[in-house]
């Protein structure tokens, strides 16, 4: 009898859980409605192959498609192109999706991928995507639906390049008509610019003919800018917004506590970096730098400026993880204060030094961080002075390689190649630290040339333990992407790299 | 008096001139140029790449020949476009001025409504309670920060008050009773310490005319008391009210700007902090240039006003 009972106890709580379940994943996503996203940036341009601000890059990303793109797991996967053949190391052939319309109904053709690729290589555009695409030396189009694009060196982060909203396909012919497309948008993306009043909302809605059947769910989604971080959490608990984006600490910590809504954190393709300008005293010995290196506690940084929100990262961001090497590789991580001051002895330097840290107020340029980092030099005897400037004369500081040290947000790439070769090549074209090592170079050139993933594995896991003994830069952690929204919002992703991709499988479950 | 109106609006002109020099030179000078700006830290471009984007910016001519071109065009009103977005600055900032100025009108008119009136009762009961409380109140809303105020206040209103809009602006063509429900809190905001600058200003005011030999003979013709205070008192005391009040106003316009960040409100404060963030000359010097006009001409109108309440005053 008892066990009778209990046996039918089990079987209503397995009946109960089977319902709650089928409840939770068997529901079909529901078409309509729209869902307001508040971000902290306003759009500056809409012309995806010119814009830099990222604000722009994501909304770009909504309304115009690229060759292929990222999934949250930043895996490559097929956009326009449904397939590609690498036949050797300098020959890209594309294979795009048939029957893809622009929003002004014209098809989207070869054609319309090499006019933007050669647009994009045409100093006179002006484009900022002009740099990732060095190696190219043609691109064809040999029929409606192929093209290809031939370099004239390898360059194996290329799918990594072409994923970039920054080379999103633009139609030719609206182009030319209007010269460019920073006010008007003509993508084949999700969603089609409906409305657009600057610094208060800008509407998108449904693009009927969008090639993915059924998507997107949503009838628009409506960005509003609210700089204050603490005004976008309260906009979000009033339920002004379905959900923000959101980059402070102290916020999400916030929206942690409050139990009417879901936060969602993945782990940041942005790396945080301390660097140096190695051909300046005292920092053009590497036995100095790599004492620094030795001095820092990465856990502590990431407690005081994230609010514990982050991971210690080496050269290439944690969050890759397909190429990221776990930081017990390397053995400076672990803080050493003795070997330190050892270091800095051999050095000539055994009564410490002074000298002072770049960094700015603004979240990019890293002042609490470098704030740690000085209290955290103090215990190997080294003063650092902290020089907080505005923005815009960070800038002018950084393109002058004008600093002893620097703090800085690195947008990390999710394909080595691409990240570190232009940070940390003596002939990179963001090597500002002015680091040149022949063994560096070596490996870098290496794992841009071979396409196996085994061998360019093997080359960068080398690459990076190089690079952390040799210390040009320090890698310090990686930040989350965060975002905060109403319960009833389903199917969102939050993307390492802040892009809004999954908006288009976003439906509202109210 | 129309001579003299005249005579300002010709003064208008070397400020406006001056004005414009100034603000065109002082946002070259800001280290970091609008090429680097728009670059970012992310991309290196080559020497080309940077004089082609300086040719793509009008920034590539001599200075005195970019700000001749300027001028000129500006004289035949076009204000040119912004270097970031490619939109007319004129219809940017147009499209901004009504909701700053929306914001100044409003806060202005609660900080009249609740100073001045505050300010009276406290000169007449002097040394009273009321007189205490409402100094005290004074003091606090001088000393409270207005971001704080906003931020705790966007606090309060994101539990109790959600029939409020917070951070969504709606235009007031679009929906009257929308708009002000998301004007409602910066208003409070913005107006509560100007409300304190004007009940203390209205206070020491009334208090020195209650003091004059005038009022002391208006009471002794056995004037009711009503009348001392409203036609002999308060009038008198107007003056220097309507001083503080013009500065103000002309402040209030172009100090909207931490409460347009807070509150997500599309006024020309964050229009204005924005293009100088991004070193966009033409729509920094275009919202420059327009706002020393309005507040030249919010001054004048000040003078102006002195001559209704005080007919002592003359321009000839």
């Given at each position: 009898?008892?066990?009778?009972?209990?046996?039918?106890?089990?079987?209503?709580?397995?009946?109960?859980?089977?319902?709650?379940?089928?409840?939770?994943?068997?529901?079909?996503?529901?078409?309509?409605?729209?869902?307001?996203?508040?971000v902290?940036?306003?759009?500056?341009?809409l012309?995806?192959?010119?814009?830099?601000?990222?604000?722009?890059?994501?909304?770009?990303?909504?309304?115009?498609?690229?060759?292929?793109?990222?999934?949250?797991?930043?895996?490559?996967?097929?956009?326009?192109?449904?397939?590609?053949?690498?036949?050797?190391?300098?020959?890209?052939?594309?294979?795009?999706?048939?029957?893809?319309?622009?929003?002004?109904?014209?098809?989207?053709?070869?054609?319309?991928?090499?006019?933007?690729?050669?647009?994009?290589?045409?100093?006179?555009?002006?484009?900022?995507?002009?740099?990732?695409?060095?190696?190219?030396?043609?691109?064809?189009?040999?029929?409606?639906?192929?093209?290809?694009?031939?370099?004239?060196?390898?360059?194996?982060?290329?799918?990594?390049?072409?994923?970039?909203?920054?080379?999103?396909?633009?139609?030719?012919?609206?182009?030319?008509?209007?010269?460019?497309?920073?006010?008007?948008?003509?993508?084949?993306?999700?969603?089609?610019?409906?409305?657009?009043?600057?610094d208060?909302?800008?509407?998108?809605?449904?693009?009927?003919?969008?090639?993915?059947?059924?998507?997107?769910?949503?009838?628009?989604?409506?960005?509003?800018v609210?700089?204050?971080?603490?005004?976008?959490l309260?906009?979000?608990?009033?339920?002004?917004?379905?959900?923000?984006?959101?980059?402070?600490?102290?916020?999400?910590?916030?929206?942690?506590?409050?139990?009417?809504?879901?936060?969602?954190?993945?782990?940041?393709?942005?790396?945080?970096?301390?660097?140096?300008n190695?051909?300046?005293?005292?920092?053009?010995?590497?036995?100095?730098?790599?004492?620094?290196?030795?001095?820092?506690?990465?856990?502590q940084?990431?407690?005081?400026?994230?609010?514990?929100?982050?991971?210690?990262?080496?050269?290439?961001?944690?969050?890759?993880?397909?190429?990221?090497?776990?930081?017990?590789?390397?053995?400076?991580?672990?803080?050493?204060?003795?070997?330190?001051?050892?270091?800095?002895?051999?050095?000539g330097?055994?009564?410490?030094?002074?000298?002072?840290?770049?960094?700015?107020?603004?979240?990019?340029?890293g002042?609490?961080?470098?704030?740690?980092?000085?209290?955290?030099?103090?215990?190997?005897?080294?003063?650092?002075?902290?020089?907080?400037?505005?923005?815009?004369?960070?800038?002018?500081?950084?393109?002058?390689?004008?600093?002893?040290?620097?703090?800085?947000?690195?947008g990390?790439?999710?394909?080595?190649?691409?990240?570190?070769?232009?940070?940390?090549?003596?002939?990179?074209?963001?090597?500002?630290?002015?680091f040149?090592?022949?063994?560096?170079?070596?490996?870098?050139?290496?794992?841009?040339?071979?396409?196996?993933?085994?061998?360019?594995?093997?080359?960068?896991?080398?690459?990076q333990?190089?690079?952390?003994?040799?210390?040009?830069?320090?890698?310090?952690?990686?930040?989350?992407?965060?975002?905060?929204?109403?319960?009833?919002?389903?199917?969102?992703?939050?993307?390492?790299?802040?892009?809004?991709?999954?908006?288009?499988?976003?439906?509202?479950?109210? | 008096?129309?001579?003299?109106?005249?005579?300002?609006?010709?003064?208008?002109?070397?400020?406006?001139?001056?004005?414009?020099?100034?603000?065109?030179?002082?946002?070259?000078?800001?280290?970091?140029?609008?090429?680097?700006?728009?670059?970012?830290?992310?991309?290196?471009p080559?020497?080309?790449?940077?004089?082609?984007?300086?040719?793509?910016?009008?920034?590539?001519?001599?200075?005195?020949?970019?700000?001749?071109?300027?001028?000129?065009?500006?004289?035949?009103?076009?204000?040119?476009?912004?270097?970031?977005?490619?939109?007319?600055?004129?219809?940017?900032?147009?499209?901004?001025?009504?909701?700053?100025?929306?914001?100044?009108?409003?806060?202005?008119?609660?900080?009249?409504?609740?100073?001045?009136?505050?300010?009276?009762?406290?000169?007449?009961?002097?040394?009273?309670?009321?007189?205490?409380?409402?100094?005290?109140?004074?003091?606090i809303?001088?000393?409270?920060?207005?971001?704080?105020?906003?931020?705790?206040?966007?606090?309060?209103?994101?539990?109790?008050?959600?029939?409020?809009?917070?951070?969504?602006?709606?235009?007031?063509?679009?929906?009257?009773?929308?708009?002000?429900?998301?004007?409602?809190?910066?208003?409070?905001?913005?107006?509560?310490?100007?409300?304190?600058?004007?009940m203390?200003?209205?206070?020491?005011?009334?208090?020195?005319?209650?003091?004059?030999?005038?009022?002391?003979?208006?009471?002794?013709?056995?004037?009711?008391?009503?009348?001392?205070?409203?036609?002999?008192?308060?009038?008198?005391?107007?003056t220097?009210?309507?001083?503080?009040?013009?500065?103000?106003?002309?402040?209030?316009?172009?100090?909207?700007?931490?409460?347009?960040?807070?509150?997500?409100?599309?006024?020309?404060?964050?229009?204005a902090?924005?293009?100088?963030?991004?070193?966009?000359?033409?729509?920094?010097?275009?919202?420059?240039?327009?706002?020393?006009?309005?507040?030249?001409?919010?001054?004048?109108?000040v003078d102006?006003?002195?001559?209704?309440?005080?007919?002592?005053?003359?321009?000839?």
């Open positions: 009898m008892k066990t009778a009972k209990s046996l039918a106890g089990v079987l209503i709580l397995v009946l109960i859980l089977s319902v709650s379940w089928s409840g939770q994943v068997g529901a079909a996503p529901a078409r309509g409605g729209n869902l307001t996203i508040g902290d940036q306003e759009a500056v341009g012309d995806p192959n010119l814009v830099t601000a990222f604000s722009s890059v994501a909304r770009v990303g909504l309304m115009y498609n690229r060759l292929v793109r990222y999934d949250n797991d930043l895996d490559i996967i097929p956009d326009l192109a449904e397939s590609w053949e690498i036949p050797d190391n300098l020959t890209y052939t594309f294979h795009l999706r048939k029957g893809v319309k622009f929003h002004d109904g014209a098809e989207l053709t070869s054609e319309d991928v090499k006019f933007t690729l050669d647009r994009i290589l045409d100093p006179k555009t002006g484009s900022p995507a002009l740099s990732y695409l060095a190696p190219v030396k043609k691109v064809e189009a040999p029929s409606r639906y192929e093209v290809t694009i031939r370099l004239k060196e390898p360059m194996a982060s290329l799918l990594s390049v072409l994923a970039s909203d920054n080379l999103s396909v633009v139609p030719k012919h609206a182009v030319e008509k209007q010269g460019n497309l920073q006010r008007v948008v003509v993508g084949t993306g999700p969603f089609k610019l409906a409305d657009y009043v600057p208060n909302y800008m509407k998108l809605v449904r693009n009927p003919n969008y090639f993915k059947p059924g998507e997107p769910y949503l009838d628009s989604v409506t960005f509003k609210i700089p204050e971080q603490m005004s976008l309260a906009a979000v608990r009033s339920r002004n917004l379905d959900m923000a984006a959101i980059s402070e600490g102290g916020i999400i910590v916030q929206a942690r506590r409050d139990s009417g809504l879901s936060v969602e954190q993945v782990p940041s393709l942005n790396a945080r970096t301390f660097g140096f190695v051909t300046r005293a005292p920092f053009n010995d590497e036995r100095v730098r790599q004492a620094v290196a030795l001095a820092l506690d990465r856990e940084i990431i407690a005081a400026a994230e609010f514990g929100f982050g991971q210690p990262t080496g050269p290439v961001p944690a969050s890759a993880k397909k190429w990221a090497l776990p930081v017990s590789a390397f053995p400076s991580y672990e803080r050493n204060i003795a070997r330190a001051k050892q270091l800095l002895a051999e050095a330097l055994p009564n410490g030094f002074a000298f002072s840290i770049l960094c700015a107020a603004s979240y990019e340029g002042l609490p961080v470098a704030q740690v980092i000085q209290s955290q030099l103090k215990q190997i005897g080294v003063t650092a002075n902290l020089e907080v400037v505005e923005w815009g004369a960070y800038i002018d500081r950084w393109v002058k390689r004008d600093y002893q040290g620097i703090v800085e947000l690195r990390g790439g999710a394909d080595p190649d691409r990240f570190l070769y232009r940070m940390l090549h003596s002939t990179g074209s963001v090597n500002n630290f002015l040149k090592n022949a063994q560096v170079d070596e490996l870098l050139e290496k794992g841009r040339s071979a396409v196996d993933y085994k061998t360019r594995k093997n080359v960068y896991d080398a690459a333990k190089l690079i952390v003994e040799k210390a040009p830069v320090i890698f310090l952690y990686v930040g989350n992407e965060n975002a905060a929204m109403q319960k009833y919002v389903k199917g969102f992703n939050v993307m390492p790299n802040g892009a809004l991709y999954y908006l288009e499988e976003t439906w509202l479950d109210k | 008096m129309r001579q003299y109106i005249l005579k300002r609006l010709l003064q208008l002109i070397p400020v406006l001139l001056g004005v414009s020099i100034v603000v065109f030179l002082l946002i070259r000078l800001v280290p970091g140029d609008v090429v680097q700006m728009y670059v970012g830290t992310q991309v290196s080559t020497a080309e790449q940077m004089e082609e984007l300086k040719r793509l910016f009008g920034i590539d001519k001599p200075l005195y020949v970019q700000y001749l071109d300027w001028i000129w065009r500006v004289m035949h009103g076009d204000f040119g476009v912004s270097l970031r977005t490619a939109r007319p600055v004129l219809n940017d900032i147009l499209a901004r001025l009504p909701v700053s100025a929306e914001l100044a009108f409003l806060s202005l008119t609660f900080a009249l409504l609740l100073g001045v009136p505050a300010g009276i009762l406290s000169a007449l009961r002097r040394n009273s309670v009321t007189d205490a409380i409402s100094r005290i109140i004074g003091i809303g001088l000393s409270i920060p207005d971001f704080w105020l906003a931020t705790l206040i966007i606090l309060f209103a994101s539990r109790y008050l959600t029939v409020l809009r917070l951070a969504s602006f709606v235009s007031i063509t679009a929906s009257l009773s929308e708009n002000l429900k998301a004007m409602v809190l910066p208003t409070i905001a913005f107006g509560l310490g100007l409300a304190a600058v004007l203390r200003y209205v206070r020491s005011s009334v208090l020195e005319v209650l003091g004059q030999d005038y009022i002391r003979t208006a009471r002794a013709k056995g004037l009711a008391g009503r009348t001392v205070i409203f036609k002999h008192a308060l009038r008198n005391a107007l220097p009210v309507i001083t503080v009040v013009g500065i103000y106003a002309g402040y209030l316009l172009g100090g909207t700007v931490v409460i347009e960040e807070v509150f997500a409100l599309p006024g020309m404060g964050r229009l902090l924005y293009a100088i963030y991004q070193r966009d000359y033409p729509l920094v010097q275009g919202i420059v240039l327009l706002v020393t006009l309005a507040f030249v001409l919010i001054n004048l109108l102006i006003l002195y001559v209704l309440v005080d007919p002592r005053i003359r321009y000839d």
